[in-house]
């Protein structure tokens, strides 16, 4: 779709690197920033939808997709432009990386280029479509909730369409279902004629390679599951499809046949006509497992449907294979236990359990009589007990519903989660009758009509205020996280909270993104939620009213609970949730890294920072080839600072009534650059202990650089800064080394940055190294991002506030002055520490000047700078 | 006090799945539909307090039913939900009868708020 636009841009701006006037090149940047930043907050936007705070519709996703794309194309001629056509190639992969995106959008992407078989540990989650809920489901417990589970594989939707079409199936079902649904054959006669015709079908070889390549382990015997789309969500499958467990590696595509025919049994297949799905395509992805070597086994419900224990989960367990637990629980060891922290106990029964079921050693299962000392034995430790309904309740909390879990021990005493699915919960234990507002509004409202909404949904428990670090290896899981700030090492107990309420915090920032990750309600920015919360007090967050009640309000999480919908289960969400992983994720890191190319950028968000570092690096580059400045008036600074900087104004940046060619610090009007100048200006700055080379000598020499490297109508022979009044780019060439500074000062934060960049210098690679080392442990100390290679050093800072930028200014200006001779001074490692701390020590006032509590959310950088 | 019986129409199922829990929570009644010509239907037979419907849909269109829910129960309040991009022009072609406006995407506070004011017009509070 390019082809046409790469044509009109190709003859707008032809390949010939052609110097282009810096004020021209400033204004481009200027432009590319500004799209920059309305990209990063769409992208933001995106992300605070996908909180579930918000209602938005299909359109509102392609409406927004479609900005972002226009917005990139515009970044990318941008950039082409300052570069005379250097990063033609982001062309192309603006196509490619936008291309699944607008596939995801017309929604067939999942199916037609996925492969038949994938691996637990690989697959795409937020794809049911193609793997099926209880692949999905188990796919989400590994990859987010870390909780074990068995590996495996699932052989996809895809390769059930692929089986259909390759044994001409699908005409044969088609006819047998529909002369069943016109009355004209029984149920059992059509079922049976379809599971007999898959059966007798053939898995096609390149589906059954698939299956071989994920069965080289040593583990023998799988467990091969249905996974039907659908099936653990909105309706419930359980029971109906076929599972086949301890099968051998090759006896999986059997197996697997045999799955699908239960996809026509007749019990299938009166479920999905009373549904009304019967005209709909069916198809199904299948589960394999390797084989717990089950000690014990069995079935948790994390609400138990006996009314007599509310707040109670039930444990079921057996020795043995999960069968005898799953089919029938009388012979079962029964737990029921409080489903709050730390899990007690409540009651308990040990069946005596005769038999038991075992792995046959030749594959299948096979019943055995259990020795008659164990049979009253618990099947189960109490820690398993306490282990079980841990996991249980984070997966509760996790997927928003009751659940039912199968879980194993094997004969090391591990524990597996082998499957789990929404509850189902009987209508009338479901039953919210009455006014739902009026049964809840008699609980004492601690917080209402406050804060913003990071993730929405009900979350209830005792508070915990986490103040730093200690306090949180002993947060109680399935408490309410209560806190000050929204640090990112916060986010280690996230997925334990139940709730999430914090003092500071934005929607787009680490914590929100964190708790939507783990579905955690949050509601952020109540400035005195740790005064009205106290440790220990029970409360319910209701992010719908942004409330917070005191107590558990039991009536308002039952009305959660029996909702239809779980909103992160939606497709729109789904949906969101691929896009957002297309597009804000973040893989291009390191700019000095080989693999920062644009043929690597796999997301939207890798294009932006590739984008923005070149952009950046062109700019600051620049002033260093003066033919852009052909004619240009240059000031020069009257200072008595010993530097010698010569001005470039493009605007705003010296008093207009000024004449001649001289100017004063005063009559400077950059911001930036005066800022900065203050910094530089500092008593001291200039007059470290004397060393041994020669100041001037070194001045003179850089002076001969710069002209060789120079030789336009500019006087070659100083330092340059480009200014206007919000604007500057520095570049000084003090004794060997350069230094580029790139800073800005608007009102608005987040259009500022500083850039810093230093190099080179007169001693060996290890001084300079150490030098390098200095800056960046100075720098850090004021919130920099920095980052080394040998003797370069990168620091930046992005999205402060005016003020703030002012402070960090004084900072680089000090530097400049102690760094100058610093590689020469550095003779051994121990004085880098010493370095540091001289300088922080000499400007413990400009440590003064710098915020404190909320760092992080002040150094919000759009993950541009990291 | 009566619970007040709220209409919910758009063809993006989300939004009724979304806004009903929201709204019951609330203490309403509400009845969603995605198929505009089964809401038209409805209105005859039920009298609803507040109609909340998208603007632009197949078949019968937002107006359509505003204009025939007004005629059959003038008392009925209707909110009207529509894209951001079409916001103005829906705001013009409005500016009768319509309680208030709503521009997707929105926040399920924002409607509430609305749903508020409207019932308090309707309590004659």
Redesign the interface.
């Given at each position: 779709m390019w082809s046409r636009i790469k044509k009109s841009i190709k003859r707008l701006f032809p390949r010939k690197r052609e110097k282009i006037a810096f004020q021209q090149v400033f204004e481009q940047f200027q432009t590319l920033l500004q799209n920059q930043q309305e990209a990063m907050e769409l992208i933001a936007d995106l992300g605070e939808?996908s909180g579930g705070?918000?209602?938005?519709?299909?359109?509102?996703l392609v409406?927004s997709i479609s900005e972002l794309q226009d917005l990139l194309l515009r970044m990318v001629k941008g950039l082409n432009l300052i570069s005379s056509e250097r990063y033609y190639e982001l062309y192309s992969t603006l196509d490619r990386v936008f291309s699944p995106i607008e596939m995801e959008l017309r929604g067939r992407l999942a199916l037609s280029n996925a492969p038949y078989v994938i691996s637990l540990t690989e697959m795409p989650l937020d794809t049911p479509e193609l793997t099926g809920g209880k692949a999905n489901a188990l796919g989400e417990i590994i990859h987010k909730l870390g909780i074990p589970a068995p590996s495996g594989f699932v052989i996809t939707n895809r390769a059930y369409n692929r089986f259909v079409e390759y044994n001409d199936l699908e005409e044969r079902i088609h006819s047998w279902l529909e002369l069943w649904m016109l009355g004209k054959e029984t149920l059992e006669k059509s079922s049976g004629q379809i599971r007999y015709s898959i059966l007798a079908g053939i898995v096609p070889q390149d589906i059954s390679r698939q299956i071989r390549d994920n069965t080289k382990t040593d583990n023998e015997f799988w467990a091969i599951r249905s996974s039907a789309y659908g099936e653990d969500g909105d309706l419930s499958f359980a029971g109906l499809h076929e599972s086949v467990l301890n099968a051998p590696a090759t006896q999986i595509p059997d197996a697997y046949k045999q799955v699908l025919a239960s996809l026509y049994s007749p019990e299938a297949l009166t479920y999905r006509r009373q549904m009304g799905m019967i005209g709909e395509e069916a198809a199904m992805a299948v589960l394999c497992q390797e084989m717990i070597d089950s000690r014990a086994s069995g079935v948790i419900q994390t609400l138990s449907l006996e009314s007599s224990q509310p707040n109670c989960l039930a444990i079921y367990a057996a020795f043995g294979l999960g069968r005898t637990v799953v089919e029938g629980r009388d012979s079962s060891d029964r737990y029921i236990v409080d489903r709050a922290y730390p899990h007690k106990i409540v009651f308990k029964r040990i069946a005596k359990k005769e038999s038991f079921v075992r792995a046959a050693s030749r594959g299948g299962e096979e019943e055995a009589i259990l020795p008659e000392d164990i049979q009253s034995k618990s099947s189960i430790s109490e820690s398993a007990v306490n282990s079980l309904a841990k996991w249980a309740m984070a997966l509760e909390r996790y997927f928003k519903r009751p659940q039912e879990i199968e879980w194993a021990i094997d004969s090391a005493d591990h524990i597996w989660i082998l499957q789990c699915r929404k509850l189902a919960i009987s209508p009338e234990q479901a039953e919210t009758d009455g006014?739902?507002?009026?049964q809840f509004s008699t609980y004492p409202i601690l917080i209402e009509n406050r804060g913003v909404?990071a993730h929405?949904g009900v979350g209830s428990g005792r508070v915990y205020i986490v103040n730093n670090h200690g306090d949180m290896s002993v947060f109680p899981e399935g408490s309410v996280l209560v806190t000050k700030y929204t640090a990112p090492w916060l986010a280690q107990i996230v997925p334990i909270a139940t709730a999430i309420i914090a003092e500071k915090g934005s929607v787009a920032g680490h914590l929100a993104t964190i708790a939507r990750e783990f579905r955690v309600p949050a509601l952020l920015g109540i400035d005195n939620a740790t005064e009205v919360l106290q440790n220990g007090m029970e409360i319910t967050l209701d992010t719908?009213?942004?409330t917070v009640y005191s107590g558990k309000v039991d009536e308002?999480i039952n009305?959660?609970r029996v909702?239809?919908?779980v909103?992160e289960e939606?497709?729109?969400f789904r949906l969101l949730r691929r896009l957002l992983k297309r597009i804000a994720s973040l893989h291009l890191i390191d700019p000095y890294a080989s693999d920062f190319t644009p043929g690597n950028c796999v997301s939207v968000h890798d294009m932006i920072r590739f984008i923005h570092e070149k952009s950046v690096q062109e700019l600051m580059e620049i002033p260093g080839s003066l033919t852009h400045f052909k004619g240009a008036k240059v000031w020069t600074l009257e200072s008595d600072v010993p530097l010698d900087l010569r001005i470039l104004d493009l605007g705003g940046g010296i008093d207009p009534e000024l004449s001649g060619n001289k100017v004063k610090i005063e009559q400077v009007r950059s911001l930036p650059l005066r800022a900065l100048w203050e910094g530089v200006s500092y008593p001291d700055s200039w007059s470290t202990r004397p060393v041994e080379i020669d100041f001037k000598g070194l001045m003179s020499s850089l002076t001969r650089n710069w002209d060789a490297a120079g030789g336009g109508a500019v006087n070659a022979g100083f330092n340059l800064a480009v200014v206007n009044e919000l604007y500057m780019n520095l570049h000084l060439r003090l004794g060997y080394h350069f230094n580029l500074i790139d800073a800005t000062m608007y009102e608005q934060a987040q259009r500022n940055h500083i850039y810093f960049r230093f190099v080179g210098g007169v001693t060996d690679l290890t001084r300079r190294s150490r030098r390098a080392q200095v800056l960046s442990q100075i720098l850090s100390n004021y919130h920099f991002n920095v980052l080394i290679k040998g003797d370069l050093v990168v620091a930046r800072l992005l999205d402060l506030p005016k003020e703030e930028i002012k402070s960090r200014l004084h900072v680089i200006g000090a530097l400049i002055g102690f760094s100058r001779q610093l590689d020469i001074q550095l003779k051994s490692d121990q004085d880098v520490d010493q370095f540091v701390e001289q300088f922080l020590n000499r400007y413990a006032n400009l440590t003064k000047s710098l915020p404190g509590g909320g760092k992080d959310e002040q150094i919000k950088d759009y993950g541009l700078g990291r | 006090m009566n619970k007040l019986k709220i209409m919910v129409l758009d063809d993006e199922p989300i939004v009724c799945k979304r806004l009903k829990p929201a709204l019951e929570k609330q203490g309403y009644e509400v009845d969603t539909f995605t198929q505009s010509s089964d809401a038209m239907e409805q209105i005859k037979n039920v009298n609803y307090d507040i109609i909340i419907t998208d603007l632009k849909m197949k078949g019968v269109d937002g107006m359509q039913l505003l204009t025939e829910a007004k005629q059959l129960s003038p008392k009925t309040e209707v909110i009207v939900i529509t894209g951001f991009a079409t916001m103005e022009t829906a705001k013009e072609s409005f500016h009768k009868g319509v309680f208030d406006f709503i521009a997707k995407p929105f926040k399920l506070s924002e409607i509430q708020e609305v749903v508020s004011r409207a019932e308090a017009k309707i309590r004659g509070e």
């Open positions: 939808k705070d918000y209602i938005f519709d299909r359109k509102y409406d006014n739902i507002r009026e909404v929405a719908h009213h942004r308002l009305f959660e909702q239809s919908m909103f939606s497709p729109e | -």
